[in-house]
């Protein structure tokens, strides 16, 4: 694990580190990266021949940096909704316990009514 500041020349030591503690060595190795400057020459500096962006991380981007992010009105409703699930996760434990009393409300009632039916009918 890199320590400290997450520089290219770390990172690329910590690559060779880990490649050297499991003894891979002639193996064609195809690194998957973020765009993150760091990571990006931490792999060239590593010196392989053939790297590849991931994909996952560039469909992340398109979707919030081009897509979200570009466009006002949608940045504006996730940002709503980001206030509301603050809210509810705030409140969470309140909600859970007004749940359990309504439980145990619906519990007792639906007793109740058992109690009644076999008086009348029992």
Known sequence: MVTGSKTG?????EIWSILDKFGIHGKRIIPVTDAGANVKRAVDLSGFPEKHLCL?????NLVT???VKSNPLVEGLVQKC???VR???YRAPDLELEAQKEQRQVILDT?????????DFG
């Open 82 to 84: 980001k206030k509301v």
């Open 87 to 89: 809210a509810v996760r």
């Open 56 to 60: 996952g991380h560039g469909l992340h």
């Open 111 to 119: 007793e109740e009514a058992q109690e009644i039916i076999e008086a």
């Open 65 to 67: 940096v081009d897509g």
């Open 9 to 13: 020349e770390k990172i690329s030591e």
